[in-house]
Structure formats: structure tokens, C-alpha cells
């Protein structure tokens, strides 16, 4: 009897649980979920006898390692920087690992150690990261079988509120992790245009606010996502001339974001104590408006947009202007910012996100040019079974299902899903569950 350990019960983790737990009833496994918030791990299980719970703290060794130790595979859906500690308690016990997120530095660090005990740390392994590792891997070494040189690659996705369900000027709501949401860009962007290296600046991440059309979903705009470069050798693509990976976002929340970043709403460096403060308070001190100027007229001139244009109204929406008082204690921009949009940003339990991402390759083969979209849209059922948890729960309990049934011979060393004896089978089962992508030569 197999044991597979869930490591997190949070908004990403509904499909997951649901889909080990119907095999977990089929093949007779046990399946714990560890997390910190009891109610969250029982919502989960609901009444499956083969789930159990463990309330615990995920930093603590002596709450943690015995679980990983009992168990023949650990799914962690835990923040990011948390995933080296189940790493290495794995690593200890011999014990497969599968998680979201992308390769830390640390978790680099343990491949060789990885490889050496013969064990499988499959990362990336979600929605973005993840299925677009797969999907674009498909699409490369299927170019390659066939002698093309591929010229151009460029990879969008996002997490999107359904067009059914937009109804505020900003078009987005929490589909996710709210926090990843202020932090997104953060870093800076690296990606190859043209056969140059070009980095952006996160101050400039949002401003340039350039365009694709998605058929059936219309204009979406896009910035460049983290370090593409570092993928050039993983996806095997020796002659590309351009190579990117983008977020996608309806077209008004870029201009909004840029606002923001602008003003200095966005910071994480500035806390300060906010008693006594009001939004409109904290926008004049982090403007440097002074009592006696009109606030609206003075954050204009900042962005040199006129009084009355959209972007302005899409902050006032947002209460940024309000006397409103702020919640007291020590707190910085990003902290006040993400109070302000959970406010105005979460779903109703009966609305829906969607996801959206393309992968736009070019290439030449018999010395004819060829340009190839392939094309995700997925809807999500309602708030909590969300198109963003089904993309990024599902492929992790896939691939852990196949490793225990013996469908997957699980390759070793800390890994991103980039290999066709992974991608194969798992990308034929999420097109079982629409999961699917369209294909199309224009």
C-alpha cells in the first residue's frame, strides 16, 4: 500500500487532492495532507477514507520528517521558499519529490546529491511552470523530427478573470496566490530579441504594454516573465533568433500596474507606521503632495495623464483617493496595497478565472517559413474549482500517479518536465480532463 504525502491544502490544491484521492480509493493508498490550517485540510478530504490530515508546521523537522519518511512520494504545493526543507528531508530518506515551483538556486545545488541516490525532484511541474514546459517541449522536438530549424519562440500564459465575470475597470481578480500578484516582475525580465540579449527593469515591466489577439478572447496585452534566457538550453533550440516568456493581462491592467509601480504603491522597502493614515494619506506621502494641493490634480501631473482619463478612475475605483482609514501597525506600500485589492479583487463563490496561454513558434523547414500557434483557454467551474488549481494541481498528481503505477520510469536529478517519456503521457491525460491545446499554421 502506497503513501503519497501533500504538502499544502491551499487554493491550488483542490483538484490535486480530489484526483489522488480517487485513485488513492482504486489502488488502495493512504494520502496525507500536511498544512498548518486544520479546516483547510478537511475541506479537502471531505469524507474519503483514504485521506488523512496533519496539522502541522512545515518548518519543523521534528513534525515533518517522520511524514516524509513514511511516505513513497511527496507532492509539495507549499510557498517557494519552503520546498528546500521537504527537499532535503527527501534526499535523507530516499524519497521522490514533485512540486509548482521554479528551480531555486538550493534546490540546483542538491542534483548531483539527487542524482547519485537515483531519485526523481521533478519541479516546475504546475501550470506556468509546467504545462508550458511540456507543451512547447512537444512542439519543439516535433520541429526537430521533421528537420526544422526553429527561428522565433515566444510562450504566453495567464491567470485571467473569465469575460463573463469581469465587471470592474481593472478586468482581474484573484485566481491565485494575491501576494505572487505584488511581487510579479519584481525581479526584472531577460529574453533574446532578434539575436540580442535585452533585460528590463521592473520599473519599465508594464509600460511598453505590447499586444497579441487570442482567437475567441480578443487584444491581451503581455510582459516579458523572469529569465527566459535560462531555458535557451533546456528547450534545445540552437538557431533562435528570439526566445520569450511572457505573462499575459487584459490591456488596462498593465497601464493601471505601471500607475502604481510609478507612484510607489507597489514597494516592499518602505514600511512605516500607518496609524492615524487614510489611502489618501499614504498616496499624498508617497507622492509628496502637500495638504494645500488637490490630490487628483497632483497625481496626474505625476503620470501626465489628464484629470479625467481612465487610468485615474481605475485608481479612484480602487479607493486610493478615500479617507478610508488604513489597518494600524508597521507596514510597508505592498502591504497596504494587497489589503486595498483583496478588497476589490476577490471572486464571488460562483464566478469563474480563466487561463489563457499561447505558444507562438516559427520556424523553416524546406526553406519555407512557418509560424504556429497553439492555443490553451480553459474556464474554471466556480471560485474554489478554479481553472488556475485544475492547470496546476492536476499535472502534479498525474505525474505522481504514473510514478507509482509504474507508467513513468521517473528520470533523476532535480528536473523540469522538459523530456518526452514524461510529457507524452501526461499531456494525452489532461487533454482526458480539457486540458488541451489547438494547433494552428497561419
Given at each position: 500500500m502506497f503513501t503519497i504525502l501533500i504538502a499544502g491544502a491551499g487554493k491550488s490544491s483542490i483538484y490535486l487532492i480530489k484526483y489522488l484521492l480517487n485513485h488513492a480509493s482504486r489502488n488502495k493508498w493512504k494520502v496525507i495532507i500536511a498544512d498548518g490550517d486544520a479546516i483547510s485540510i478537511a475541506g479537502k478530504i471531505g469524507d474519503s477514507d483514504y485521506g488523512e490530515a496533519a496539522v502541522i508546521d512545515i518548518t519543523s523537522a521534528a513534525e515533518r520528517e517522520p511524514l516524509v519518511k513514511m511516505a513513497d512520494i511527496v507532492v509539495s504545493l507549499m510557498p517557494p521558499h519552503l520546498h528546500i526543507h521537504l527537499a532535503k528531508d527527501c534526499l535523507k530518506h530516499k524519497k521522490n519529490l514533485i512540486t509548482s515551483s521554479y528551480i531555486s538556486d538550493e534546490m540546483k545545488e542538491m542534483d548531483q546529491?539527487?542524482?547519485?541516490?537515483?531519485?526523481?525532484?521533478?519541479?516546475e511541474m504546475g501550470l506556468d511552470p509546467g504545462i508550458d514546459h511540456m507543451s512547447a517541449n512537444k512542439i519543439?522536438?516535433?520541429?526537430?523530427?521533421?528537420?526544422?530549424?526553429?527561428?522565433?519562440?515566444?510562450?504566453?500564459?495567464?491567470?485571467?478573470?473569465?469575460?463573463?465575470?469581469?465587471?470592474?475597470?481593472?478586468?482581474?481578480?484573484?485566481?491565485?496566490?494575491?501576494?505572487?500578484?505584488?511581487?510579479?516582475?519584481f525581479g526584472?525580465?531577460?529574453?533574446?530579441?532578434?539575436?540580442?540579449?535585452?533585460?528590463?527593469?521592473?520599473?519599465?515591466?508594464?509600460?511598453?504594454?505590447?499586444?497579441?489577439?487570442?482567437?475567441?478572447?480578443?487584444?491581451?496585452?503581455?510582459?516579458?516573465?523572469?529569465?527566459?534566457?535560462?531555458?535557451l538550453d533546456l528547450y534545445d533550440v540552437p538557431d533562435i533568433k528570439t526566445f520569450m516568456r511572457a505573462t499575459l493581462r487584459y490591456p488596462?491592467?498593465?497601464?493601471?500596474?505601471?500607475?502604481?509601480i510609478q507612484l510607489g504603491l507597489t514597494s516592499q522597502e518602505d514600511a512605516f507606521d500607518t496609524t492615524g493614515f487614510t489611502y489618501a494619506s499614504w498616496l499624498r506621502l508617497k507622492s509628496g503632495c502637500d495638504s494645500n494641493t488637490p490630490l487628483v490634480a497632483?497625481?496626474?501631473?505625476?503620470?501626465?495623464?489628464?484629470?479625467?482619463?481612465?487610468?485615474?478612475?481605475?485608481?479612484?475605483?480602487?479607493?486610493?483617493?478615500?479617507?478610508?482609514?488604513?489597518?494600524?501597525?508597521?507596514?510597508?506600500?505592498?502591504?497596504?496595497?494587497?489589503?486595498?485589492?483583496?478588497?476589490?479583487?476577490?471572486m464571488a463563490p460562483e464566478e469563474k478565472d480563466m487561463i489563457v496561454m499561447q505558444h507562438e513558434v516559427e520556424y523553416l523547414h524546406k526553406n519555407n517559413k512557418?509560424?504556429?500557434?497553439?492555443?490553451?483557454?480553459?474556464?474554471?467551474?466556480?471560485?474554489?474549482?478554479?481553472?488556475?488549481?485544475k492547470t496546476v494541481g492536476l499535472p502534479m498528481g498525474m505525474l505522481a500517479r504514473m510514478v507509482l503505477t509504474?507508467?513513468?520510469?521517473?528520470?533523476?536529478?532535480?528536473?523540469?518536465?522538459?523530456?518526452?517519456?514524461?510529457?507524452?503521457?501526461?499531456?494525452?491525460?489532461?487533454?482526458?480532463?480539457?486540458?488541451?491545446f489547438n494547433e494552428v499554421v497561419v
Open positions: 546529491a539527487v542524482k547519485d541516490a537515483g531519485l526523481m525532484f521533478m519541479c519543439i522536438h516535433g520541429i526537430h523530427r521533421v528537420c526544422g530549424s526553429i527561428t522565433s519562440f515566444k510562450s504566453y500564459c495567464g491567470g485571467l478573470v473569465a469575460p463573463e465575470n469581469d465587471n470592474n475597470p481593472w478586468h482581474y481578480k484573484f485566481s491565485w496566490n494575491p501576494r505572487n500578484v505584488i511581487t510579479a516582475g526584472g525580465a531577460k529574453y533574446l530579441s532578434r539575436g540580442k540579449h535585452l533585460e528590463v527593469v521592473y520599473e519599465q515591466m508594464f509600460e511598453h504594454n505590447k499586444k497579441i489577439n487570442i482567437d475567441g478572447i480578443g487584444q491581451l496585452a503581455y510582459y516579458p516573465n523572469r529569465d527566459s534566457l535560462r531555458y488596462d491592467f498593465c497601464i493601471g500596474w505601471q500607475a502604481l497632483h497625481i496626474a501631473g505625476i503620470l501626465q495623464v489628464a484629470p479625467n482619463e481612465k487610468v485615474m478612475s481605475m485608481l479612484e475605483w480602487l479607493g486610493l483617493f478615500s479617507e478610508t482609514p488604513l489597518k494600524h501597525g508597521y507596514n510597508s506600500s505592498a502591504d497596504l496595497l494587497l489589503d486595498l485589492l483583496m478588497d476589490n479583487w476577490q512557418v509560424k504556429l500557434l497553439s492555443t490553451l483557454v480553459l474556464k474554471g467551474e466556480s471560485r474554489d474549482f478554479s481553472a488556475m488549481a509504474k507508467q513513468i520510469q521517473p528520470p533523476v536529478g532535480v528536473l523540469l518536465p522538459n523530456m518526452q517519456s514524461v510529457y507524452r503521457p501526461l499531456l494525452i491525460e489532461l487533454a482526458h480532463h480539457d486540458i488541451e
